[in-house]
């Protein structure tokens, strides 16, 4: 019986299901990518020696420098790029607008998704963030006011898409490979916080801070396009699916409901603690996470004191580290599930714990080692790397608990997670603008009392099995 079903699960990376996890990690190497770009980019940004000698620098962009003075070449024009006023506080509100965008979409996205199919949405969520990253700076030009405009638009656009992911995993993935698969297209997130950090400064000092937006904005368009062309909301619609891996995705997913979902039952949804848990976890791990991929840029460079290019470089080391991890990570959790080493609840909490206790206490550690560069580095690397064991942990619950209302409970968890975000930016400008040094520590204290409240809520409430709500109901007719 065993050879059978070894051959009726056929090899794994060569699978289309394992060639969507890669075109989901794409996709979502651009969208972090595109979130992340003004957090590289502010630094040029507000820095108001880059344009010293010139003029008004700081009040007036590009566009009406250009008018006054049409002789100026575009290479002029593209390395002085502008710069503006903006302080902590109005940082802090520009790199939380795209939360309350996000916001906004995440829950209708998520029932939506859940019922017409993720494909289109998220698809037409990447493109609509694509467009507006290209855009942003020639709205910085105008002013902050459609820079907020224009980055909480984007947000809507990205709850599109992030939610609808966990529709289509709950159709293509089997149960002993949802962490596989989740965290190989998680991982791109990490990775793509990597990516644009490393070279993010090297963009902005060698061709101006606008084309960092232009750039990774025209590799979200090219994404879209492998999106629609490829991915397909379930495998039994997709074209290019094996007859032998089809049949084993739809034997592996047989006890779970697929018929599609109308109502929603609220009320034993709110009533349900273990769905508290995890909304709780996602609150603890996106305070911290949003914190690290806003204002890492901002902290090796007031903390370190480098310039924008080394920066960039040094903020993107712990993106790789979370990338890696976040792939270890699920690599590690099914084969505990699949060799029946420990439940599915206990890795769960494992892996939930790992990641809110570790980053916590790098966190706590940073401010007292302020003064030792290498050991500054060495925890910013391990606070995301150790964060993303979460990908394994209450991350992907939903799908244990409550499998036909994933995209639906995705929505909420993230909105949770960003409310979270929100708060953490604003105060984290708040707290830096009254002292950097005291309020650096507070932040990271905050953020750790924070994370601990979650982990033990988790720990106490968390469950993995199928809740009775989320069970289809087999009605009689007579």
Known sequence: ????????????????????????????????????????????????????????????????????????????????????????????????????GIIVTLIPS?????????????????????????????????????????????????????????????????????????????????????????????????????????????????????????????????????????????????????????????????????????FTGFFSHFWLCTIIITYLPTYISSVLHVNIRDSGVLSSLPFIAASSCTILGGQLADFLLSRNLLRLVTVRKLFSSLGLLLPSLCAVALPFVASSYVTTIILLILIPGTSNLCDSGFIINTLDVAPRYASFLMGISRGFGLIAGIISSTATGFLISQDSVSGWRNVFFLSAAVNMFGMFFYITFGQAEIQDWAKEKTLTRL
């Open 110 to 278: 998520g029932y939506l998704a859940g019922i017409f199919g993720a494909k289109q949405m998220l698809g037409a969520g990447l493109l609509i963030s694509s467009l507006l990253t290209l855009f942003t700076p020639l709205a910085a030009d105008f002013g902050v006011i459609l820079v907020i405009v224009i980055r909480t638009i984007q947000g809507m656009a990205q709850g599109m898409a992030w939610t609808g992911q966990f529709t289509i995993w709950a159709k293509w993935a089997p149960p002993l490979e949802r962490s596989k698969l989740t965290s190989i297209a998680g991982s791109g997130a990490a990775f793509g916080s990597f990516i644009i950090l490393c070279v993010g400064g090297l963009i902005s000092q060698a061709l101006g801070w606008p084309f960092i937006f232009y750039i990774f904005g025209s590799i979200g368009c090219v994404c879209c396009l492998l999106w629609f062309t490829v991915i397909y909301d379930d495998p039994m619609h997709h074209p290019c699916i094996s007859v032998q891996e089809k049949e084993y995705i739809v034997a592996s997913l047989a006890q779970q409901s697929s018929s599609p979902r109308r109502s929603v039952p609220i009320k034993a949804m709110v009533r349900c603690l273990p769905l508290w848990a995890i």
């Open 1 to 100: 019986m065993d050879e059978k079903s070894s051959t009726r699960k056929g090899p794994e990376f060569c699978s289309l299901r394992y060639g969507l996890a890669f075109i989901m990690h794409f996709s979502n190497f651009t969208m972090i990518t595109q979130r992340v770009s003004l957090s590289i980019a502010i630094i040029a940004m507000v820095n108001s020696t880059q344009l010293h000698g010139l003029p008004n620098a700081s009040t007036e962009g590009p566009l009406a420098d250009t008018v006054k003075n049409p002789s100026r070449s575009m290479e002029e024009f593209n390395t002085e790029a502008s710069v503006y006023e903006w302080s902590p506080e109005t940082q802090g509100i520009i790199f939380s607008s795209i939360s309350y």
